[in-house]
């Protein structure tokens, strides 16, 4: 008996060893990780690799200001209903309880201490087994919520442990990641930063060249927008700008970037995408901003915009300026012809 005591005890203690060489992995792989959206595709399947369950996601905030925290596309193993926002607002009495809490919550925790509203049942419906805070400096930045377990024993409280642990480096990584964001996004359109565009630009244009991955550049202009600095104010200039951004940042997808150029300029990356696709794109942004109907100081605004393709060329773009000034002449070729249209390079 003492010693199947001693065996156990040993086994024990080489999990725990191993256990701890994964966090120590995991800090590094989650540290060399700076965009945020990898950083969020990496943390689900850590976790559901190291929790041993069939689904994870992760609540955050869309952006650095927003007042709550959203599934997005932060889910794997999970199906969604469409009935639900799966949106939590910041001030909601569970976001104050996981404040408070270093721990794992089940369900059950949770609608004891909180009182169930429509606010929290987009996270009942995902049934999750343990709901767990992920917090830096006392502060929540996220929700991991993990689906249904793969064996039928419950979590023990060695790996409870175990996946507040992981949490913890999962919630300095997102820190790192928004304070990136912050650092590297137009305030106002909640677009990237010109000089960040580049810097990631070129980056992807070295994967383009080993790889051979066609690569996309798509520069659009808003149409006579002094008129509305001018007739209406810069007010509305600014709104104006923001459904803009809005319409574009829909129309891109994880892999592709945003960014505004400057004043009234935006630029899109496109990854794997050859000029046939990013014309088609291109000309979705532009149509479904010639359908806007902007309301502003009970006023129904239009506008359009220009737009100018380039497809990355090895021969040509020597440099990640080179394909957007190219994008660039083929904008300058749209306004030339009228505007309201997209031209290629």
Same mark, same amino acid.
């Given at each position: 008996?003492?010693?199947?005591?001693?065996?156990?005890?040993?086994?024990?203690?080489?999990?725990?060893?191993?256990?701890?060489?994964?966090?120590?992995?995991?800090?590094?792989?989650?540290?060399?990780?700076?965009?945020?959206?990898?950083?969020?595709?990496?943390?689900?399947?850590?976790?559901?690799?190291?929790?041993?369950?069939?689904?994870?996601?992760?609540?955050?905030?869309?952006?650095?200001?927003?007042?709550?925290? &959203?599934?997005?596309?932060?889910?794997?193993?999970?199906?969604?209903?469409?009935?639900?926002?799966?949106?939590?607002?910041?001030?909601?009495?569970?976001?104050?309880?996981?404040? &408070?809490?270093?721990?794992?919550?089940?369900?059950?925790?949770?609608?004891?201490?909180?009182?169930?509203?429509?606010?929290?049942?987009?996270?009942?419906?995902?049934?999750?087994?343990?709901?767990?805070?992920?917090?830096?400096?006392?502060?929540?930045?996220?929700?991991?919520?993990?689906?249904?377990?793969?064996?039928?024993?419950?979590?023990?409280?060695?790996?409870?442990?175990?996946?507040?642990?992981?949490?913890?480096?999962?919630?300095?990584?997102?820190?790192?990641?928004?304070?990136?964001?912050?650092?590297?996004?137009?305030?106002?359109?909640?677009?990237?930063?010109?000089?960040?565009?580049?810097?990631?630009?070129?980056?992807?244009?070295?994967?383009?060249?080993?790889?051979?991955?066609?690569?996309?550049?798509?520069?659009?202009?808003?149409?006579?927008?002094?008129?509305?600095?001018?007739?209406?104010?810069?007010?509305?200039?600014?709104?104006?700008?923001?459904?803009?951004?809005?319409?574009?940042?829909?129309?891109?997808?994880?892999?592709?970037?945003?960014?505004?150029?400057?004043?009234?300029?935006?630029?899109?990356?496109?990854?794997?995408?050859?000029?046939?696709?990013?014309?088609?794109?291109?000309?979705?942004?532009?149509?479904?901003?010639?359908?806007?109907?902007?309301?502003?100081?009970?006023?129904?605004?239009?506008?359009?915009?220009?737009?100018?393709?380039?497809?990355?060329?090895?021969?040509?773009?020597?440099?990640?300026?080179?394909?957007?000034?190219?994008?660039?002449?083929?904008?300058?070729?749209?306004?030339?012809?009228?505007?309201?249209?997209?031209?290629?390079?």
């Amino acid at each position: 008996m003492a010693k199947s005591k001693a065996s156990v005890a040993g086994a024990s203690a080489e999990k725990q060893i191993y256990d701890l060489k994964q966090l120590l992995e995991i800090s590094k792989s989650l540290n060399s990780v700076i965009d945020f959206s990898t950083l969020i595709e990496a943390l689900l399947y850590t976790c559901m690799g190291q929790m041993k369950t069939l689904g994870v996601a992760i609540f955050t905030k869309k952006n650095f200001d927003a007042s709550y925290f &959203q599934l997005n596309r932060n889910y794997c193993g999970f199906e969604l209903q469409s009935d639900y926002d799966y949106a939590i607002p910041e001030e909601h009495p569970l976001i104050k309880l996981l404040n &408070q809490q270093n721990s794992c919550m089940t369900m059950d925790d949770i609608k004891k201490a909180v009182e169930p509203d429509g606010s929290i049942d987009c996270l009942i419906a995902l049934a999750p087994t343990l709901v767990v805070p992920l917090k830096t400096k006392n502060h929540i930045n996220g929700i991991l919520v993990l689906g249904e377990q793969i064996t039928a024993e419950p979590y023990s409280a060695y790996e409870k442990e175990h996946i507040l642990n992981i949490a913890s480096l999962a919630a300095i990584a997102i820190s790192n990641a928004a304070l990136l964001e912050m650092t590297t996004t137009d305030m106002m359109t909640h677009l990237k930063l010109k000089h960040y565009f580049y810097t990631v630009l070129m980056e992807k244009l070295e994967t383009c060249d080993s790889q051979g991955i066609p690569m996309s550049v798509v520069m659009l202009d808003i149409d006579f927008f002094k008129k509305f600095n001018d007739t209406y104010g810069h007010a509305c200039g600014d709104v104006v700008l923001q459904k803009v951004a809005s319409v574009i940042q829909q129309n891109t997808r994880n892999q592709d970037m945003a960014a505004r150029y400057g004043g009234e300029e935006f630029v899109v990356m496109l990854c794997d995408t050859p000029i046939a696709a990013a014309e088609k794109i291109a000309e979705r942004i532009r149509s479904s901003i010639a359908n806007l109907d902007i309301l502003y100081d009970e006023l129904h605004l239009s506008l359009t915009i220009s737009a100018g393709v380039a497809e990355y060329d090895k021969e040509q773009d020597l440099t990640a300026k080179n394909l957007v000034d190219r994008a660039d002449k083929a904008l300058y070729t749209s306004k030339q012809n009228g505007r309201n249209r997209v031209s290629i390079a």
